[in-house]
């Protein structure tokens, strides 16, 4: 079992910038993909950015591609999002998935372990 805990969620003004910061405990280790999603109120989770494995392969959704970028730190077992230039349609709930698989994609289905999220919202 992974345990996973998302922190840094805010509301910003449009330009702005975050950083989501999210924990894993438990089995950590195994966590070979982790990634990030983000739901909006009536919106499916849409996949963000993952990174994969020990070579920390990224890959980014077309919507934030040149804005958002996903690190890791295994020493710590923290997923970071750090977040620049953010819209108003970046406002949505955002939340940490992991797996023990070594390939992995931006399909929320590829993951089993989700934390519970956290708020962020961008006013224009």
């Known amino acids: 079992q992974v345990q996973l805990v998302e922190s840094g969620g805010d509301s910003v003004q449009a330009g702005g910038s975050l950083r989501l910061s999210c924990a894993a405990s438990?089995?950590?280790?195994?966590?070979?993909?982790m990634g990030w999603f983000r739901q909006a109120p009536g919106q499916e989770r849409e996949g963000v950015g993952i990174?994969?494995?020990?070579?920390?392969?990224?890959s980014y959704s077309d919507s934030v591609k040149g804005r958002f970028s996903v690190s890791r730190d295994n020493a710590k077992n923290t997923l970071y999002l750090q977040m620049n230039n953010l819209k108003p349609e970046d406002t949505a709930m955002y939340y940490c998935?992991?797996?023990?698989?070594?390939?992995?994609?931006?399909?929320?289905?590829?993951?089993?372990?989700w934390g519970q999220g956290t708020q962020v919202t961008v006013s224009a």
């Open positions: 998935a992991a797996d023990d698989r070594a390939l992995c994609s931006l399909a929320s289905g590829d993951f089993t372990y």
């Open positions: 438990g089995s950590a280790q195994r966590t070979y993909c």
């Open positions: 990174i994969r494995s020990r070579l920390d392969l990224t």
